[in-house]
């Protein structure tokens, strides 16, 4: 029970005046408790004496009957006047029944041991280490601002609902976006996927950064992808103003992407570690330099620009030829140069039909240019052809069916990115096989035999004597014939020449420059390790193969794929484009045109008008499927360090099992689906009785999290059999078969229903057109008053 200070006030005071009546009824004229001066005051000899500020002091009759004790807290001390005296009040606070004990999860100061919030604060330290930040994502104001009023003003509003519902029905349809060629494509693509693909490649490389720790500060990078620089972007705004690497080169995929590279320069013109050296500030900035121009806008606080934009903000086309940025637009991707991280964005694959080869050869493409000791971040959709190209990607880069055995996550060799090649030849290609080399073994050892029989029945003295004999008649022969062997005869042709000039290894790298440095030459010097989201470097439990798997109708909800969702506050362009009937309405699949809006009845059109989406939040939630892989070095030790771990097979101890779902909570007790390093997925049981951190810890886990902590109980859940895989490949064949056995009958049945005016011949209908024109009296009246020479009615078209 809290005592307040208007409860004390009002006690003070009804305590006071009941006491004051009683003493005033009770004594005599002269109140108790008053002096000689307010006696005379009283009577009229002290009327110029000051009187009390206090009200209230005095009866109906002018008689004073004692002073208010009034709270120094709603008084300062100057008001508190008896007189010429100063009176003070002092209130005898109340002791706490009971002493509040400190909080185990804050400082003395009040600030939290460990996290941001109470949340935080309250897990095990390895469980806040591996965690991921699955907070919600806000797009920059800037950026925000310069989409809506520099590149959407632009576009008539009719015509960018329309591209853009286009583009939500394609990506649903084919589940792969497509690259923009013209302007109005552009815009459509920014303003229906840029805000979650941002999302996407915000969460992703900000789980690299974490991973890797204060020393992620890659100098050279390269984002691929359809849109707008979008990792480009989102890495700015990770790694903030300060950020400068040596390289930022950024490569928009597709054959026309000019409208597409105008448009990615305008959105990083918008931050400020694009700020070039060389530009020259403004007259507004012109007596502060640039640090503190970044400084001062970093520390400005932040305003919503989606509810008051300013009067003087420009609205409408930019001209992208003044800009000037850090970051360079590539027309293609580079043959030799190195990056630190690569950044890929939805852009392994253009054709779906032609799953895996273009997989493979652009991989191959991206990871020539991957630098030792840097990252590549790939960011695909969350359905189900963006798993099956993360995991096709994986697969190549790992090769697990050729490491079955192993366990831990030791880099692998990627053979066809290592400068050197290891040479195994197959049993029928080899020349010397191991029966040839023991048939020479067994020839050697008889001849050797024989060598030992025939000294055995030699002196062995006579035998030295002849041996020696025939080498002192050999060389003597051969003095004899060609002459004596002189020095100049030992040396080479080119050692006195004036030409050459013969120095020492040593001496010869001094004077070239380079370094003596040691090299294995037998060794792969390209190894590859996955980062995250994978626990392991074994095959993947959920990969399929093949995409078309997912489109077997009624074994959808049977197949499950690795993704993980976002959720990002929407800006207030992506409320503005999805407002009206096209993309506020619910879509029918079934009808003609894929969205159904004109069966929809007059009255919910009507309530549809200007209200947006009904029941939409100001934020959306996407998935998506991500992979983010790691070059190992190539100097001897980094390369003798795996070819060691290889052999010993250590077991990785920081390999933490991810969780692929929400957790299940139940009473006492939850519930994790998990992939765990044994390499399989697995459905972990936390109980109470495992510990209350524990348990607490799990309750709070989250879809995409690491699990540091321990379990009761693990089950695995089945593989996909061969046998299951069979079943799945006949019944893809089988629907597929029905599928164009229906559109074959599809376009019979427009052929049939068509009217035999359909098959007329246009010139024909345009002839006969002419002539009722011609016989027309209107016709033949207005050719007389223009003086035709030629009578229509004897023309016949010569």
């Known amino acids: 029970m809290f005592i307040t200070r208007k409860y004390l006030l009002q006690r003070n005071l009804c ?33 110029d004496s000051p009187q009390s500020p206090l009200p209230f002091d005095r009866t109906k009759d002018n008689q004073k009957f004692g002073h208010l004790v009034r709270d120094h807290h709603y008084k300062q001390e100057s008001d508190l006047l008896d007189g010429k005296h100063m009176k003070k009040v002092t209130l005898s606070t109340e002791q706490p029944r009971y002493e509040v004990s400190p909080s185990p999860y804050r400082n003395l100061d009040g600030s939290f041991t460990q996290g941001t919030n109470s949340e935080e604060a309250r897990l095990d330290p390895r469980t806040l280490e591996a965690r991921v930040d699955s907070s919600v994502i806000r797009l920059p104001q800037e950026i925000s601002r310069v989409i809506n009023q520099n590149i959407l003003s632009v576009v008539s509003p009719d015509k960018l609902r329309e591209r853009a519902a286009q583009v939500y029905q394609t990506i649903e349809k084919e589940q792969i976006q497509k690259a923009p060629e013209s302007s109005l494509e552009a815009d459509a693509h920014i303003a229906a996927l840029f805000l979650q693909n941002y999302s996407h490649a915000y969460r992703a490389l900000s789980e690299l950064k974490k991973r890797v720790g204060p020393s992620f500060n890659p100098a050279s990078v390269l984002d691929i992808g359809y849109g707008p620089a979008t990792g480009m972007i989102a890495l700015n705004e990770l790694m903030g103003p300060e950020y400068h690497p040596n390289t930022k080169e950024v490569y928009v995929v597709g054959r026309s992407n000019k409208e597409m590279k105008k448009r990615a320069k305008i959105l990083l013109s918008r931050q400020l570690n694009e700020v070039p050296e060389t530009a020259e500030p403004s007259v507004s900035v012109s007596d502060i ?98 798993f099956e190209i993360v995991a096709r990607a994986r697969q190549v880069m790992l090769r697990p069916e050729s490491y079955t055995g192993e366990r831990g996550r030791i880099p692998r060799p990627y053979i066809r990115g290592s400068s050197i090649k290891p040479q195994r030849l197959r049993k029928e290609d080899q020349i010397i096989t191991e029966d040839h080399i023991k048939h020479e073994q067994a020839l050697l050892d008889a001849m050797e035999q024989e060598d030992m029989e025939d000294e055995s029945i030699v002196d062995p003295e006579d035998a030295s004597l002849l041996k020696k004999e025939n080498v002192d008649d050999l060389e003597a022969e051969i003095n004899a014939k060609y002459g004596d062997v002189t020095e100049d005869d030992l040396k080479f042709e080119f050692e006195d020449s004036e030409d050459y000039e013969v120095v020492g290894v040593d001496e010869a790298n ?117 992979l983010i892989m790691h070059r190992a070095k190539n100097d001897t030790q980094s390369i003798s360090d795996i070819k060691d771990a290889r052999e010993h097979q250590f077991e990785d101890s920081s390999a933490l099992p991810r969780i692929l779902e929400t957790p299940d909570k139940v009473k006492k007790n939850v519930r994790l689906k998990v992939c765990a390093p044994s390499g399989n997925i697995e459905f972990w049981q936390i109980p109470r009785s495992v510990g209350k951190q524990d348990y607490h810890d799990a309750r709070k886990a989250r879809q995409g999290d690491l699990w540091a902590l321990g379990k009761k109980s693990a089950v695995v859940k089945s593989r996909m059999t061969d046998a299951n895989m069979d079943k799945l490949k006949r019944m893809s064949n089988m629907q597929r078969k029905f599928v164009m056995k229906e559109k074959r009958k599809q376009q019979q049945k427009k052929l049939i229903s068509r009217q035999e005016s359909d098959f007329d011949d246009p010139l024909d209908q ?13 016709y033949r009246t207005k050719g007389k008053k223009a003086n035709f020479d030629v009578d229509l009615k004897d023309y016949e078209g010569r």
């Open 15 to 47: 305590y006071v005046s009941r006491s004051a009546q009683l003493r005033f009824s009770t004594t005599s004229r002269n109140p108790v408790g008053f002096s000689a001066h307010d006696q005379k005051s009283e009577t009229g000899a002290g009327a």
């Open 289 to 386: 330099g640039l640090s503190e121009l970044r400084q001062e806008l970093s520390n400005e606080p932040e305003t919503n620009y989606d509810h008051e934009e300013p009067e003087d903000q420009y609205v409408g086309p930019v001209d992208v030829s003044q800009i000037q940025i850090r970051t360079r637009m590539r027309d293609a991707l580079p043959s030799t140069k190195q990056y630190e991280l690569i950044i890929v964005n939805q852009a392994l694959l253009s054709r779906e039909y032609n799953f895996p080869k273009d997989v493979d050869v652009n991989l191959h493409m991206i990871l020539r240019l991957l630098k030792p000791d840097g990252h590549l971040v790939i960011v695909e959709r969350g359905n189900a052809l963006g």
């Open 510 to 626: 001094k004077l070239s420059g380079h370094k003596a440095t040691e090299t294995i030459q037998d060794d792969v010097n390209y190894h590859l390790s996955v980062v995250a989201p994978c626990s392991h470097h074994a095959v993947c439990p959920l990969q399929l193969g093949d995409p078309k798997f997912y489109k077997i109708s009624g074994h959808q909800h049977r197949l499950q794929f690795c993704s993980f969702n976002q959720v990002v506050e929407r800006p207030r362009y992506t409320m503005e484009l999805k407002r009206g009937k096209r993309l506020a309405t619910q879509w029918n699949k079934d009808a003609e045109d894929g969205f159904g809006i004109d069966k929809l009845g007059k009255n919910v059109k009507k309530s549809l008008q200007g209200s947006g989406r009904p029941g939409g939040n100001n934020t959306e939630s996407g998935n998506f499927s991500y």
């Open 766 to 778: 345009l002839d006969a057109l002419a002539t009722e024109l011609e016989q027309s009296k209107k």
